[in-house]
């Protein structure tokens, strides 16, 4: 697609729920990026695919949360037993050239704002 | 560890001129700079690379500074829709997460007619 899709906008859950969120990057971007944002704070890094396989997961906060990606292009962001701490809004990114060798620009979507009652 | 941006809040009146600074104690990579208005997705504007290439909009110009591991990011001839929040995102040198971006506070910038 033209740009990084992001379903839901907008997601209220209970706590204690199951949630899947899920994000379309830009056609032909090899990496994928799953970041969190809180109100007035900037993304934090969550994790980072590089086609199918998570290459760096060591943002994810505890064993709730979980990704995949198993097509190397659709990606999905998973959080069991959800609690109110985890209402953010949930920044998905994609770009083309994750090398170190040159400019890796990221494209952000606009986001899935989870809110846990 | 995060990126130390300032000001925090910056506002202006339209064509008034205005930067950006954000500060690291870490040895990096890279420099972004994205623009994130209210409820909508971060814009790219910049990326600044550790040897002096540059990626960016032609209306926006910024700086690195290797030795003090600082960015800054100028604005100039301001418009009304450079109102938003900017952030600084930082690359580290040395790491192999391409793309791992460490994230600024945010400078929220008003610009008024």
């Known amino acids: 697609g033209a740009g990084v899709s992001q379903t839901p906008s907008n997601k209220v859950t209970e706590k204690g729920k199951y949630v899947e969120l899920r994000c379309d990057p830009i056609s032909g971007h090899t990496a994928l990026y799953w970041y969190r944002q809180s109100l007035g704070q900037g993304p934090e890094f969550l994790i980072y695919f590089q086609g199918t396989g998570a290459a760096d997961d060591s943002g994810l906060p505890n064993d709730r949360f979980f990704a995949v990606r198993p097509e190397g292009s659709v990606s999905t962001l998973k959080i069991q037993r959800t609690e109110r701490g985890d209402s953010a809004v949930y920044l998905c990114?994609?770009?083309?050239?994750?090398?170190?060798?040159?400019?890796?620009?990221?494209?952000f979507g606009a986001g899935s704002r989870l809110t846990v009652l | 560890q995060q990126p130390v941006q300032s000001p925090q809040a910056v506002i202006l009146r339209e064509g008034e001129d205005a930067v950006i600074n954000c500060s690291s104690s870490k040895a990096l990579y890279s420099v972004h700079w994205y623009r994130q208005k209210h409820g909508e997705a971060p814009v790219f504007l910049m990326i600044l690379l550790k040897g002096g290439e540059q990626k960016g909009h032609e209306k926006i110009s910024a700086s690195f500074n290797e030795k003090k591991q600082q960015s800054s990011l100028y604005l100039t001839a301001s418009q009304l829709s450079y109102s938003g929040t900017y952030f600084c995102?930082?690359?580290?040198?040395?790491?192999?997460?391409?793309?791992?971006?460490?994230f600024g506070q945010g400078t929220i910038l008003t610009v008024h007619p």
């Open positions: 990114a994609s770009s083309l050239r994750p090398d170190l060798s040159g400019a890796n620009v990221l494209t």
């Open positions: 995102g930082t690359e580290r040198a040395g790491g192999t997460s391409y793309g791992k971006l460490t």
